[in-house]
């Protein structure tokens, strides 16, 4: 599988993401079935970033820390972002982690 096949399929769960809620990079590797390729999947959202359908602000990694946050222009941009959709982040970490999480359906 080429890698621009791969990071179409993610794109394609991270655009299921619903407003409000965010997953992980693990949790997308998974739905796709390659559980081991979480930093794949970091990778797919770092060349996201001129693709405006594509809410890459909602991947965050398995703790519910904003690991992405540098990858955004401007420091707070992926923060402001998710506070715009009613998500609070103290320290970079999402609060209520487990609310907020969106577990994404294995796709086939």
């Known amino acids: ?27 997308i590797a998974k739905a796709l079935g390659a559980a081991r390729s979480a930093r794949m999947v970091g990778w797919a959202m770092n060349a996201s970033h001129n693709m405006e359908d594509i809410p890459a602000h909602r991947v965050v990694n398995r703790k519910g820390l904003l690991t ?11 923060q402001q972002l998710l506070e715009s959709e009613g998500i609070e982040v103290i320290d970079n970490q999402i609060i209520d982690f487990e609310k907020h999480f969106w577990e994404p359906e294995i796709q086939m």
């Open 1 to 27: 599988m080429s890698n621009d096949n791969f990071f179409e399929r993610v794109y394609a769960v991270a655009k299921q993401i619903p407003y409000g809620k965010v997953t992980s990079y693990g949790a």
């Open 68 to 78: 992405g946050k540098f990858h955004f222009d401007g420091t707070n941009l992926m």
